[in-house]
């Protein structure tokens, strides 16, 4: 049997004469996470609606867990789990409530056992009791999660699910994200945290509807081909905004006392820092990160479509 769970090839979709997906194409396959990232606006809320069959792309074409993502769409709704961007639960419900409680609007069988199993699995046994709206922004988010879980999907849709959370409880929701894979459950999660982007098997890359960059952190990395200087020492905007003025700097981004200096060709940027930069400060050749290839990227393709 296959294991590619979303299959999708140059869907476009528009909104009016807003042309928001642009010749969209992804593969993601069983139990894999995969991270989908890109500015507000850049078209992931609209992509993930196409691949599980709430939106008709108006070209292109794809399959959902093997179903036609243009003519099976109620069918592809059984078996996914999509958390919205804004999802809501009922307030004065305590969190098994919640949970029962959508067993029975789904007439899903064997709804307290479901309830138990997830509760479980989720690490919510101890608080099943709570109220969901005295719960903070990490259990909600849990809660959240096992309510679009109960109907044991084979493939989750998470639109930003950690947006505003706590580093600790996000990084316990990432440990369960992490289980259900083990589990060959697959998810597509959309995230502007690039920690949590370096959590993902693979991750997509998206700027005004175009697919910018798709792969593995280390290979997205890799084909941007930057290299990335640290220097530290005092007075750091000065010499950033001397630097910048000078052809074959690409970006620079200040962290505490090092600024970091990203340019497409070594030699050039080698020759730059060392007749730019005073003796007074230290610089090495570091890692170029994810957040810096994305940059890169994002600026590159603004300048090349003249946005
Ligand atoms: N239902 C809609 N009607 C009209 N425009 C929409 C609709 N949904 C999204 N858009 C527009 O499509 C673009 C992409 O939005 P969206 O997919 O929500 O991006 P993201 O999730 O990356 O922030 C934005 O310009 C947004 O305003
Ligand atoms: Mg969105």
Same mark, same amino acid.
């Given at each position: 049997?296959? *294991? ?18 642009? $010749?969209? &194409? ?29 939106? +008709? ?10 179903? *036609? ?26 969190? /098994?409530?919640?949970? =029962? ?20 699995? %989720?690490?919510?046994?101890? /608080? ?7 719960? !903070? ?5 849990? =809660? ?10 084979? =493939? ?24 259900? &894979? *083990? ?6 999660? !959309?995230?502007?945290?690039? $920690? ?9 890359? =998206? ?11 280390? &290979? ?7 290299? +990335?200087?640290?220097? !530290? ?10 630097? %910048? ?12 006392? &090092? ?5 497409? $060709? ?13 003796? *007074? ?10 957040? $810096? ?15």
């Amino acid at each position: 049997m296959s *294991d590619v769970c979303i299959e999708v090839s140059n869907l476009n979709k528009y909104f009016g004469a807003n042309h928001v997906v642009k $010749d969209f &194409s992804l593969t993601v396959r069983k139990g894999e996470i995969y991270g989908f990232l890109g500015p507000n606006g850049s078209g992931k809320t609209t992509s993930i609606r196409m691949m599980c069959g709430l939106i +008709t792309p108006d070209s292109g074409k794809g399959h959902c867990l093997g179903m *036609d993502i243009f003519t099976q769409r109620e069918q592809i709704k059984h078996h996914i789990g999509y958390m919205t961007q804004h999802f809501s639960m009922w307030g004065n419900l305590t969190i /098994r409530e919640n949970l =029962l409680f959508i067993t029975r609007i789904y007439n899903l069988v064997r709804g307290k056992a479901r309830v138990d199993q997830t509760l479980e699995e %989720l690490g919510l046994t101890s /608080r099943q009791h709570q109220l969901a709206k005295f719960l !903070s922004g990490g259990w909600k988010q849990r =809660l959240a999660l096992a309510a679009c879980t109960l109907h044991h999907p084979a =493939l989750l849709f998470l639109d930003e699910p950690t947006a505003g959370v706590d580093p600790k409880a996000r990084r316990e929701f990432w440990q369960i994200l992490h289980q259900l &894979s *083990d589990r060959g459950i697959s998810t597509l999660v !959309s995230t502007h945290y690039m $920690d949590e982007a370096e959590r993902c098997h693979k991750v997509a890359y =998206l700027s005004y509807g175009h697919l910018l960059a798709n792969g593995s952190v280390g &290979s997205i990395i890799h084909q941007q081909n930057l290299t +990335t200087v640290k220097i !530290s020492g005092k007075r750091l905007t000065e010499l950033e905004n001397e630097l %910048l003025k000078m052809p074959g700097i690409e970006q620079t981004v200040i962290f505490g006392n &090092s600024l970091f200096v990203t340019a497409k $060709d070594e030699k050039v940027l080698n020759l730059i820092l060392s007749h730019a930069v005073a003796s *007074d400060y230290e610089f090495c050749k570091v890692q170029t990160t994810l957040e $810096d290839a994305f940059t890169w990227l994002m600026k590159n393709n603004a300048k090349n479509n003249k946005y």
